[in-house]
């Protein structure tokens, strides 16, 4: 889709967001296990709008959202450094498999950089796609490190 727009996200794309991160948690075997909050979902999207510590890109074909990615960066809990942590990479699925989610990446490296990040990490923790998120990460020049592992202490995952 040549002809989608990558761009920072404003206040208006914030209910085009939640509604994309609704399909997101629902095809989420992982997230689908607690109920989704729009309210939440919407108080993290205009967290990071406003702060200068957020990064919320918004991908726009022919006037609509279908897709976006959000990142924050923080300092680095035992260093002098600032780390690009990505949030979420979402995209509608009819607009999958194109371009779009490596223009996502590109972009938010870039404001992850611009905002002072020396490094930006990564990953998939949705369940969805797992091996083609991460093959795309590594196509952009992203390296495997580290793993992830979860306990659950509430009924409601």
């Not at 919407?42 to 967290?47: A, E, V």
């Amino acid at each position: 889709m040549t002809d989608t727009l990558i761009r920072i996200a404003t206040a208006n794309d914030v209910a085009p967001l939640v509604a994309l991160g609704r399909v997101l948690h629902a095809e989420s075997p992982n997230w689908s296990r607690f109920a989704y909050s729009e309210d939440r979902a919407g108080k993290t999207l205009r967290t990071l709008i406003e702060s200068d510590a957020g990064v919320l890109l918004v991908a726009e074909h022919e006037g609509a959202v279908v897709g976006g990615i959000a990142a924050i960066v923080l300092p680095h809990w035992a260093a002098d450094i600032a780390v690009g942590c990505e949030l979420s990479l979402f995209i509608d699925p009819a607009q999958r498999g194109g371009l779009t989610a490596a223009r996502l990446v590109r972009a938010m490296v870039d404001a992850v950089q611009a905002k002072g990040a020396a490094l930006l990490q990564c990953g998939s923790s949705s369940g969805v796609k797992t091996d083609r998120v991460v093959a795309l990460y590594e196509r952009l020049g992203f390296k495997r490190y580290g793993a992830a592992v979860e306990r659950v202490f509430s009924n409601g995952c």
